[in-house]
C-alpha cells in the first residue's frame, strides 16, 4: 500500500526502516473496521489469537505470550541520552551511538518473511494542544489489535498531524526471536525514537504506552513546560452536578485502577454523588493560560489492565469494560476457550480449564497444588469507552482541570490514611519521598521500604533530580492556581495485621475530605507531616464497623518511624547527588526539626 500522508519526515523515516527491517510487504493502517476485521481473522487463522464465546464475549480475543515473555523487562530497558548525567542514577543508560551500533545489525532483514504494519497514533484526543503523535512499525498484528484499543489509530492522525512537522515519535519493535538474552527497550529521548526487539508482551511492544506516554513524554514535558505523570484522573460529581477533578499517582500493588473507577458507598450514592473515569493510568498536565489553572488529558484512549483479582468488589467497572471488544492476554481459559478465567475473579476455578501456557488441567486440582491458572501479571486490553462510569469529558481536547493531586503508598504503620501538604514544594517533597513495602507477593523479605517517587522510578525518561526541578518549576508558574497536594495510605495495619481501613469504594470518604479541604471547607490539625483531618470530618455514615476512635488511630503519627524515615530519605536522596533540588534538602531538613519539638 503506498504512503498515507505526504509528510517527508514520515515517508523518509519509514523508507530507512524498510531499507534496514526488508519486510516482504508493507500495510497502513487506517483504523477502518473493514482493515481490522481482515488482520483479526488473519491471526485466528493461524492461531496467534484464539476466539472466544461470541455471546458471552462479543468481539473478544486470546492471546497467548511465549513463557519467557509475559512482563516488562527493567533491567532490558535503557534510557539513550547523549550524556550519561542526563539519564541519571535510576535509569539504565548505554551511549546512543554504542546502542544504534548494536540493534541495527539486529533489525537488518527483521522483517523478512514478514509484513510491516504502520500504525499512525495520537496519544490524546486527536487535534488537541495537548496531544501528541507517534508512528509505530511493528511485525505483529497482536500489536496493531491492541494499539487501535490504547490510542487513537487511523487517517485522521495524518491529516491532525500535517504534511510540515517533524515532531512525531519514531517507535519500531520487531518480534525477532522472542530471545530474551537480546531483548531490549530503549529510547532516545532526544531522537524521539523508542526501539524495541525480541518481545511480543504488551507492556514491551505497546510502545505508546509506557515507552512513549511517560518515559519520552516526561523528557518532552520537561522541554516544552507540561508534565507527564504515571496518575489516574477521576472526577467526583456532587449532588448539585458540579464535578471536581483529581489525579493521583500510586506504586504498583496500591489500587489504582480501583481508585480510578471507584463506586461510591450507598450513603454517597443516596445523595446524587458519582465518580467518573477520565483515566486510569497516565495524566498529562499543562497549565492553561486563560485561566492559569493545571488541565489533564488521558493520552490513552483503553485500559491495559492486570487481570487478577479484578472482580465484581475489587473492580465491578473494571470487569464490565472488559466484557465486549477486549483482548484477554495470558488468562486462564474455560471450557475448551469459551470463555476467561483468574485468580481472584470468583471462587470457582473452572474444572474444564486450560491455563496460562496451554496446558489442559483440572482447575481446583491445579490450584490446590499451588500453581496458578493464570500468569500473576496477565492483562485485559479494553476499549475505554466500554466502562460504564466513563467521564462525558474522557475526548475533551482541552482537558479537565485539576483541583488536587493524590499521592499513596502502601505503608503499615508510619503514614496515616491522609493528610496535605503545607503547600506546592512541600506537596513535591512529599511525592519524592512516596515509597511502598514489600508484601508477601513479592520476592525477598517483608516490609522493605521500596521509594517510588511520584510512582515514576521506572518510567522518567531523565535525571530524576531534573525531574523534581521541573516539578518545582510548574508549581511557581501555577502560583495561586495550583492544585493542593495530599497523601493517602490505604494499607495501615493494627498490631495484629489487619487492615484498619477497609478500602474500595469507602475510599470515598477521603477523596471526600480531600475536595472539602481543596474548597477551604473543613479545616484541619497542623502536625510535622502536613495537615490532618479532624476525626470527625471523616464521613462514617453506613460505615458501622469504624468508629472516631478508628480514625484516631489511622491518623496518628508515631514520632519514632518519622525519624526513622527522615534516616531512610537522607540515604534515597543521596543517589541524587547535586543535581537534588535544594528545595527538597530544605524540606527535609524542616521535617526533622518539625519533628524534634
Known sequence: ?????????????????????????????????????????????????????????????????????????????????????????????????????????????AYKGRTMYVIPYSMGPVGSPLSKIGVELTDSIYVVLNMVIMTRVGTEVWEAFGDTSNDFVRCLHAKLNIDKENRYIVHFPEDNTI?????????????????????????????????????????????????????????????????????????????????????????????????????????????????????????????????????????ALNNDNETVWWEGLDKNPPVNATEWTGIKVNGPEWIASGKVLANPNSRFTAPALNCPCISKEFDNPQGVPISAIVFGGRRAKTAPLVYQAFNWQHGTFVGSTMASETTAAAAGAVGVVRRDPMAMLPFCGYHMGDYFKHWLKIGKELGANAP??????????????????????????????????????????ECPIGYLPKPEDINLDGLEEMTIDSIK?????????????????????????????????????????????
Open 1 to 109: 500500500m503506498t504512503s498515507q500522508t505526504k509528510n517527508p519526515n514520515v515517508n523518509a523515516w519509514i523508507e530507512d526502516m524498510i531499507a534496514l527491517t526488508k519486510p516482504d510487504k508493507v500495510v497502513w493502517i487506517t483504523g477502518e473496521k473493514a482493515q481490522l476485521d481482515s488482520l483479526r481473522n488473519e491471526a485466528l487463522s493461524t492461531g496467534e489469537l484464539i476466539h472466544l464465546n461470541q455471546e458471552e464475549l462479543p468481539g473478544c480475543v486470546y492471546h497467548r505470550t511465549a513463557v519467557n515473555d509475559v512482563a516488562r523487562v527493567e533491567d532490558r530497558t535503557f534510557i539513550c541520552s547523549r550524556s550519561k548525567d542526563d539519564a541519571g542514577p535510576t535509569n539504565n543508560w548505554c551511549d546512543p551511538k554504542e546502542m544504534y551500533a548494536k540493534l541495527t545489525p539486529m533489525y537488518d532483514g
Open 195 to 331: 526501539w524495541s526487539i525480541n518481545s511480543g508482551y504488551g507492556g514491551n511492544v505497546l510502545l505508546g504506552k509506557k515507552c512513549f506516554a511517560l518515559r519520552i513524554a516526561s523528557y518532552q514535558g520537561k522541554n516544552e513546560d507540561w508534565m507527564a505523570e504515571h496518575m489516574l484522573i477521576l472526577g467526583v460529581e456532587k449532588p448539585n452536578g458540579e464535578v471536581k477533578y483529581i489525579s493521583a499517582a500510586f506504586p504498583s500493588a496500591c489500587g489504582k485502577t480501583n481508585l480510578a473507577m471507584l463506586i461510591p458507598p450507598k450513603t454517597y450514592t443516596e445523595k446524587g454523588y458519582k465518580v467518573w473515569t477520565v483515566g486510569d493510568d497516565i495524566a498529562w498536565l499543562r497549565q492553561n493560560k486563560k485561566d492559569g489553572k493545571l488541565y489533564a488529558i488521558n493520552p490513552e484512549f483503553g485500559f491495559f489492565g492486570v487481570a487478577p483479582g479484578t472482580n465484581a468488589k475489587s473492580n465491578l467497572n473494571a470487569l464490565q469494560s472488559c466484557k465486549k471488544d477486549t483482548i484477554f492476554t495470558n488468562v
Open 484 to 525: 493542593k497536594i495530599f497523601h493517602v495510605n490505604w494499607f495501615k495495619l493494627d498490631d495484629n495485621g489487619h487492615f484498619m481501613w477497609p478500602g474500595f469504594g469507602d475510599n470515598m470518604r477521603v477523596l471526600d475530605w480531600i475536595l472539602q479541604r481543596c474548597e477551604d471547607a473543613v479545616d484541619a490539625v
Open 553 to 597: 488511630d489511622l491518623l496518628n503519627i508515631d514520632k519514632a518511624l518519622w525519624t526513622q524515615e527522615v534516616v531512610n530519605i537522607k540515604e534515597f536522596y543521596a543517589k541524587f547527588g547535586n543535581r537534588l533540588p535544594n528545595e527538597l534538602n530544605v524540606e527535609l531538613s524542616a521535617l526533622e526539626k518539625r519533628l524534634q519539638k
